[in-house]
């Protein structure tokens, strides 16, 4: 069964700790995506990979950081420097001949 | 400026009935791309549908249809045939640039729809 997974589904961290958020694809996609989702709210990108070993920030980077070894993993991780970083986070991997991207069914962090 | 705008942040409808879900869009790019995703409560996004700039013919799904009205920048989603599964978050969502450009999505703030039985 190809797919997306992401674990753990919820999360719970104390401040000031880091967190590494996984992301595992068997779809064998080169475009790989993060998201932060906000309650009520869209989805805003924080990093995005298009092939292995490179990476780019999207419109929210600041606070987290990824890595990019294998063509199926990129973790997030959620450093102390985030501010808010409780949220639901959704990771998407895409086929370089479309345009559609495949969601993961998202991690739920919460920080206290 | 908002890229994606959606200005319903409720709707109801009645089963079997249709509905429409709105999204304006901003960009000066020639080439872009609409998209709607559906998120059920339990919070996987799901791909509904796609809509390219360059597409003369407006894109259908299934029970669903895209309202592409490229000079008024809009790409509202329609549903036919409303379902009490079709209850959700809906977004609107664009891509900008060529295909090798990184197809980053800007998401639109969501409608949710219930349908009422």
């Known amino acids: 069964d190809g797919g997306i997974t992401q674990s753990p589904k919820y999360l719970f961290r104390k401040e000031g700790q880091n967190v590494t958020l996984s992301c595992e694809q068997n779809l064998n996609h080169d475009a790989m995506y993060w998201y932060r989702q906000d309650p009520g709210q869209g989805l805003r990108l924080i990093y995005y990979s298009q092939i292995v070993n490179d990476f780019q920030k999207g419109d929210i980077a600041e606070g987290y950081s990824v890595s990019r070894e294998k063509k199926e993993s990129f973790p997030l991780t959620v450093t102390s420097a985030q501010k808010n970083p409780t949220a639901f986070y959704l990771c998407?991997?895409?086929?370089?001949?479309?345009?559609?991207?495949?969601f993961g069914p998202g991690t739920r962090l919460t920080v206290t | 400026a908002q890229k994606i705008t959606q200005t319903q942040p409720g709707m109801f409808v009645q089963e079997k009935e249709a509905v429409t879900l709105d999204c304006t869009y901003d960009?000066?790019?020639?080439?872009?791309?609409l998209f709607w995703y559906k998120q059920p409560s339990s919070g996987e996004m799901i791909f509904l549908i796609y809509q390219g700039s360059y597409d003369q013919q407006n894109a259908t799904e299934g029970r669903y249809s895209l309202n592409f009205q490229k000079a008024r920048k809009s790409a509202n989603l329609v549903i036919s045939a409303s379902q009490l599964g079709d209850s959700a978050m809906y977004f609107c969502a664009m891509r900008e640039g060529p295909g090798n450009a990184g197809n980053m999505l800007t998401f639109g703030g969501g409608t949710r729809l219930m349908v009422k039985p």
């Open positions: 998407a991997s895409r086929d370089r001949s479309t345009y559609e991207q495949y």
């Open positions: 960009t000066s790019d020639p080439s872009y791309g």
